[in-house]
């Protein structure tokens, strides 16, 4: 079973500088293949852990046929949580999920 640090792990247990670096999920629609083909190309160089952003989502308005209007969201970059996953589970990478609060 493979146990996954946290950064401050990473960083206590350093004896030299750690390397990470940061993926932004596709837009809406995308594909998770780009994302798992940029972490390939991660792995030889051995990043203590990869964080991966989240962004905000955008609302709109929507006026309904009765003339209220209706707020809807749509997020423009789901899969931060999803994409972790795959990260830490196909490639043994520790990842930081930014979770919007």
């Avoid at 160089?45 to 009765?66: C, G, K, R």
């Amino acid at each position: 079973m493979v146990r996954f640090m946290k950064v401050i792990d990473h960083l206590l247990k350093a004896r030299n500088p750690v390397f990470s670096c940061e993926i932004v999920p596709p837009p809406r629609g995308g594909s998770a293949q780009q994302i798992v083909e940029i972490a390939e190309t991660l792995v030889p160089l051995n990043m203590s852990w990869i964080d991966v952003t989240s962004h905000a989502s955008a609302a709109y308005f929507l006026e309904q046929p009765d003339g209220t209007i209706r707020k809807k969201t749509l997020r423009k970059r789901p899969g931060t949580l999803g994409i972790c996953g795959i990260i830490q589970n196909r490639f043994k990478i520790d990842t930081v999920a930014h979770v919007l609060c």
